[in-house]
Nanobody
Framework: QLQLVESGGGLVQPGGSLRLSCAAS????????IGWFRQAPGKEREGVSC????????NYADSVKGRFTISRDNAKNTVYLQMNSLKPEDTAVYYC?????????????????WGQGTQVTVSS
């Protein structure tokens, strides 16, 4: 069964950090662009960051540039999202997704597999 599983979410105070992980089972992530998305209550799902299959190219939403870092370890079949200087507006369910033919965009239709999401809450 092809599956993406996110982990690492939780409750953190403003200014704190979290590292999210996206692990794949049933397939290898080597050939996929991986994206991180988030969805807050009442809002549309939005792209946060994505990384090319080789890891040589990354993309970030303006709202997270300088605070979030995406990386991948293909040997572990896992992609990470390091989130620093977290703000209350970062509160959302975070999803990872894998796109085989993705060109490095946040276009939802270019992602083939999605995880179930992990909750991130930033609050004092």
């Amino acid at each position: 069964q092809l599956q993406l599983v996110e982990s690492g979410g939780g409750l953190v105070q403003p200014g704190g950090s979290l590292r999210l992980s996206c692990a794949a089972s049933g397939f290898t992530l080597d050939y996929y662009t991986i994206g991180w998305f988030r969805q807050a209550p009442g809002k549309e799902r939005e792209g946060v960051s994505c990384i090319s299959s080789s890891g040589s190219s990354t993309n970030y939403a303006d709202s997270v540039k300088g605070r979030f870092t995406i990386s991948r370890d293909n040997a572990k079949n896992t992609v990470y999202l390091q989130m620093n200087s977290l703000k209350p507006e970062d509160t959302a369910v975070y999803y990872c997704a894998a796109g085989f033919s993705n060109s490095g965009t946040f276009e939802l239709s270019e992602y083939d597999y999605w995880g179930q999401g992990t909750q991130v809450t930033v609050s004092s």
